[in-house]
């Protein structure tokens, strides 16, 4: 009788296990589980000066005087503006240093979520 009942009491967990197994790989079960989708925006500025020297890394203050004017700050001194096309963000980070041309590329400290 105790092993009819272990035997019976298998059959059911396996069951039940398998069951579990198939639910967790179902794809659109995965998908309505999951995190929203989260970016980092990159934007390109134009330096001031060609001279200055900017660092991979390094972190920069945006501030924004309007929607299309944005000056790039670094340790309180105005360096750059951000490309009219790309500006829209306060707190940033250096990713490329800049070119012959004096432009680099900055990207966001925090990321967004994505708008569905």
């Not at 069951?19 to 390109?44: M, T």
């Not at 134009?46 to 660092?55: E, I, K, R």
């Not at 945006?62 to 299309?68: K, L, P, V």
């Amino acid at each position: 009788m105790g092993l009819d009942f272990i035997r019976a009491k298998a059959k059911r967990f396996e069951q039940q296990r398998d069951k579990s197994k198939s639910q967790e790989f179902d794809v659109a079960d995965l998908l309505s589980r999951a995190k929203n989708d989260r970016f980092v925006p990159f934007f390109r500025c134009q330096l001031d000066n060609l001279d200055t020297a900017l660092v991979v890394g390094l972190g920069l203050v945006g501030r924004a005087y309007s929607e299309i004017s944005m000056a790039i700050l670094q340790r309180g001194k105005t360096i750059a503006q951000m490309l009219p096309e790309d500006a829209g963000v306060i707190t940033l980070i250096v990713v490329q240093e800049a070119g012959i041309d004096g432009v680099f590329v900055v990207k966001a400290k925090k990321s967004f979520k994505l708008q569905a």
